[in-house]
């Protein structure tokens, strides 16, 4: 098949490079990529965003599939323009890509599908907000309504931080068009992990679980990020769980949108939260009988979830797409290995604010081997013989090993042998799984 794979991170280059591990040997493109993936695929020189230099690219060279990775050109329509020219896309239409691109919508649809989550509602105004905050009692969660890369839910755990996020977002207008309405939602208690569904339209095949560290510093302190590692499966979420997610989370979701004429195929990505002794202190998820409610959803591979997974599957991913992206989804078609993966995040010093680009990265390109890690490229660009960085999250370690030790002792020991200049990474990936 020729794909094109749409956007420029750790993310893309996973799904690229799982591609690339097919019995069936694929032509594949990136737009834009990165320096990790000019060995496996053609980079182009087209934006993610770029909707319409993705779709004239399409127009003239007909791929079989384009695989859309980030949020934003979801958000902007893609998939709409690339179904116009008649071109096969994995990822939602627009309407449906507002599961992420709109917390209120998204809450809106959880409602009404009876999806087990908490007491949320959403403001323009300030001071209607802050009136509001008693009813949620603390820690309370402020999430900015857009796209916000990750980092418009602030989790307060004092009045005053709650006043602050609600200043910031609309009246600083610190995360601009996506903080013009913000949402006040309950503060749910356990453990969080993922769970991404892969979804036709109307079926729906979960893929394996995991979970990420959002916190940028150990023992889970410090600011949000993108994602600071993963590690698949989490424990946390048994097997018996799973038919009661994919029951009762995903597919009413699924028909919800339809009932609506929105038809979603793609990924659907559910953040949950487990308290298995149900002890949510106030608010409808104490009442909900669920002891699995709905934090988030988002409408792609969630990185670094991505790198985590990706490398458990067996099979002919790109049928699988293909299949998902088509309408003719098939249990059969995810295979999953029996083996334990683990990510490490290495990231630019002063990330998630500020932080340097250009570092020259060394040590990237060895020691890959049986037993080593993988390394999938998120800021990087290559430089004449050198690859330097060019974000905040850098490279997605990735282990992987018969148990969950090993995969994270493989991963770290594939993170011993890269350096550059301020480079940070979290040295406590799975510690939840472990105090287990």
């Given amino acids: 098949m020729k794909i094109l794979v749409v956007g420029s991170g750790g993310r893309e280059h996973a799904i690229t490079w799982r591609l690339s591990k097919d019995e069936e040997k694929h032509e594949l493109f990136c737009a834009p990529g990165n320096a990790g993936t000019t060995s496996i695929a053609t980079n182009l020189k087209v934006g993610a965003e770029d909707v319409q230099g993705v779709c004239e690219w399409a127009k003239e060279n007909k791929p079989d599939l384009v695989v859309v990775g980030p949020e934003a050109p979801l958000v902007k329509g893609l998939v709409d323009e690339l179904e116009k020219l008649g071109i096969p896309a994995f990822g939602p239409v627009q309407d449906g890509a507002r599961m992420e691109g709109s917390k209120r919508f998204a809450k809106e649809i959880m409602d ?17 907000a802050k009136a509001a905050l008693p009813e949620y009692g603390l820690p309370v969660v402020i999430k900015a309504d857009g796209l916000a890369a990750g980092k418009g839910v602030i989790v307060a755990e004092t009045l005053a931080q709650a006043e602050e996020a609600i200043d910031d977002m609309l009246v600083a207008n610190k995360f601009g068009a996506a903080g013009a309405e913000v949402l006040i939602e309950e503060f749910l208690h356990g453990e969080e992990c993922s769970i991404l569904a892969m979804v036709d339209g109307e079926n729906a095949v979960l893929l394996p679980s995991s979970q990420d560290h959002k916190r940028v510093f150990d023992g889970d302190k410090g600011p949000n990020t993108g994602g600071m590692g993963a590690y ?152 004449g013989d050198k690859v330097i960085t060019s974000g905040g999250r850098v490279l997605s370690v990735t282990g992987l090993g018969k148990t969950l030790r090993e995969a994270v002792d493989n991963a770290y020991s594939r993170v011993s042998k890269i350096s550059f200049d301020t480079c940070f990474y979290r040295k406590d990936i799975a510690h939840r799984a472990f105090e287990r």
């Fill in 112 to 128: 009404a599908a009876g999806v087990p989550t908490g007491m949320a509602k959403t403001f323009t105004d300030a001071a209607e």
């Fill in 232 to 383: 698949s499966p989490a424990p946390v979420i048994t097997s018996d769980k799973l038919p009661m997610i994919k029951e009762k989370i995903i597919l009413p979701v699924v028909r919800e949108l339809k009932k609506r004429g929105i038809t979603y195929r793609g990924i659907l990505y559910a953040g949950l939260m487990v308290n298995n002794d149900n002890s949510y202190p106030h608010g409808p998820a104490a009442k909900s009988g669920s002891d699995i409610n709905v934090v988030e959803f988002n409408a792609r591979f969630g990185d670094p979830e991505t790198e985590a997974v990706l490398p458990r599957l067996g099979g002919n991913f790109a049928a699988a797409l293909f299949h998902a992206a088509t309408g003719c989804l098939k249990d059969e078609d995810i295979v999953v290995k029996e083996e334990c993966a683990a990510t490490v995040i290495l990231a630019s010093g002063g990330y998630p604010g500020s932080y340097e680009k250009g570092k020259v990265i060394e040590g990237v390109g060895e020691g890959v081997g049986v037993g080593e890690g993988i390394v999938f490229h998120c800021g990087t660009k290559q430089d």
